[in-house]
């Protein structure tokens, strides 16, 4: 997808631009890291490998579809090389794409979790058990009227929640409800 006017003084220089998706009466949102190479050509977050695993492997089995739930990324691009920036340009990068945060700020969560990437299970598969539990989290979180949003990532971590810090086998399974930060 052609990146938007305001992309254009964001320091990635990269290409393409890939909105969230925000589908009526969602469930949940999830936060990623940054879109894929795939997602700039079908204009959607998540329809790569490392996506489909996810779908069929974590939403599909707690009944719900892409229909159900936000699907976000810190950055709305594909970075060059794939990484996200550091340093500096991390700040200003985010910063840019804050402007297209409207789908999570309107669906006025509730609780907020934090796990890892999914996607990169794909190099580091016996890690699958956590994310499948931060996902059975999302599901009773929707089944008690809670409106959660999953941060996957460092990248959405550090976005979303910065006061938690240290490693990722320390701050994943946070869970922290809106207005109030995590242990």
């Given at each position: 997808m052609?990146?938007?006017?305001?992309c254009?003084?964001?320091?990635?220089?990269?290409?393409?631009?890939?909105?969230?998706?925000?589908p009526p009466?969602a469930?949940?949102?999830?936060?990623?890291?940054?879109?894929?190479?795939?997602?700039?050509?079908?204009?959607?977050p998540?329809?790569?490998?490392?996506?489909?695993?996810?779908?069929?492997?974590?939403?599909?089995?707690?009944?719900?579809?892409?229909?159900?739930?936000?699907?976000?990324?810190?950055?709305?691009?594909?970075?060059?090389?794939g990484?996200?920036?550091?340093?500096?340009?991390?700040?200003?990068?985010?910063?840019?794409?804050?402007?297209?945060?409207?789908?999570?700020?309107?669906f006025?969560?509730?609780?907020?979790?934090?796990?890892?990437?999914?996607?990169g299970?794909?190099k580091?598969?016996?890690?699958?058990?956590?994310?499948?539990?931060?996902?059975?989290?999302?599901?009773?979180?929707?089944?008690?009227?809670e409106?959660p949003?999953?941060?996957?990532?460092e990248?959405?971590?550090?976005?979303?929640?910065?006061?938690?810090?240290?490693?990722?086998?320390?701050?994943?399974?946070?869970?922290?409800?809106?207005?109030?930060?995590?242990?």
């Amino acid at each position: 997808m052609k990146r938007p006017d305001h992309c254009r003084t964001c320091p990635l220089k990269s290409t393409g631009h890939v909105p969230d998706t925000n589908p009526p009466g969602a469930k949940a949102a999830f936060v990623f890291k940054a879109a894929g190479r795939e997602d700039i050509v079908y204009g959607e977050p998540m329809t790569g490998k490392g996506g489909r695993a996810w779908e069929h492997k974590f939403l599909h089995p707690l009944g719900l579809t892409r229909q159900d739930v936000i699907i976000s990324n810190v950055f709305r691009c594909f970075p060059p090389g794939g990484e996200a920036p550091v340093g500096p340009t991390w700040d200003q990068a985010c910063r840019h794409c804050r402007f297209y945060d409207g789908a999570i700020e309107a669906f006025r969560p509730t609780v907020w979790g934090v796990s890892i990437n999914p996607t990169g299970l794909l190099k580091t598969p016996n890690q699958e058990t956590f994310v499948r539990r931060e996902m059975e989290r999302v599901a009773q979180f929707i089944s008690e009227g809670e409106r959660p949003v999953l941060l996957c990532g460092e990248e959405a971590r550090r976005k979303y929640a910065p006061w938690i810090d240290g490693s990722m086998k320390r701050f994943r399974g946070y869970w922290w409800w809106e207005g109030r930060k995590a242990a």
